[in-house]
């Protein structure tokens, strides 16, 4: 069965902290992704990775950054926590040959920036 | 821009209905669309997945079209029952530049569907 994780189900950061959220799947799937999804905003693309090390911006990267050391793990970091950063964050795996697969997705982090 | 609108953003029926939810995009050069559900507090669910050479896909008491050239979709949802009660996501991967697109999804903003017994 295929498995996307996500190392915290809630968290709760002051501004301006440094916060890190990880992302594992096991289903050695090279595209990863991560969305944040806010109320009447809908599921919105932060960044996603193709390949180990490679990333790209999606619609929303100002005040994320990404990282990709492993195929099997995608960090987003806020580099200095914000109140409107207070959102829910999905995480999401798929392989190459997008005809095909559709996206798996992980439970969610939901983050409060206060 | 590829953008993607759901209708109607909330839906309240009672069980045993049959019901249609419907999906548009303003793209047309779309790899596939996909429909999705989401329970409270939690990730996705994939439930169909239309490939843009296709007109429909059905799983169950679910039924999905695609219409490509107008740029919508449905969702039919035959004989809901209470545990149906979900927010259902539809999305689109389109093709970028060059012809590619990492298999990145724009999605909808969603239908909130409540059956009640």
């Known amino acids: 069965d295929v498995k996307v994780t996500q190392s915290s189900r809630y968290l709760v950061k002051r501004t301006g902290e440094k916060v890190f959220l990880e992302c594992v799947q096991d289903?050695?799937?090279?595209?990863m992704f991560w969305y944040r999804q806010d109320p009447g905003l809908g599921l919105r693309l932060i960044y996603f990775?193709?390949?180990?090390?490679?990333?790209e911006k999606g619609d929303i990267p100002e005040g994320y950054s990404v990282s990709r050391e492993k195929k099997e793990r995608f960090s987003l970091i806020l580099e200095s926590a914000s109140t409107n950063q207070t959102s829910m964050y999905l995480c999401a795996s798929s392989p190459p040959g997008l005809l095909q697969e559709t996206q798996y997705f992980g439970p969610g982090t939901r983050l409060l920036v206060l | 821009k590829q953008e993607v609108t759901q209708i109607p953003a909330a839906l309240s029926v009672p069980e045993g209905e049959n019901l249609v939810l419907n999906c548009s995009f303003t793209?047309?050069?779309?790899?596939?669309l996909q429909w999705f559900r989401q329970d409270p507090g939690k990730g996705l669910t994939s439930l169909l997945l239309?490939?843009?050479?296709?007109r429909e896909q059905t799983s169950g008491r679910l039924n999905a079209s695609l219409d490509k050239s107008s740029g919508r979709s449905t969702l039919y949802i035959a004989a809901s029952q209470p545990g149906d009660s979900a927010t259902y996501l539809c999305?689109?991967?389109?093709?970028?530049?060059?012809?590619?697109?990492?298999?990145?999804?724009?999605f909808g903003q969603g239908t909130i569907l409540t059956v009640h017994p």
């Open positions: 239309i490939q843009s050479s296709q």
């Open positions: 999305a689109v991967i389109h093709r970028g530049a060059g012809g590619t697109s990492y298999g990145k999804l724009t």
């Open positions: 990775s193709y390949d180990v090390k490679m990333k």
């Open positions: 289903m050695d799937h090279e595209n």
């Open positions: 793209d047309s050069a779309i790899y596939n």
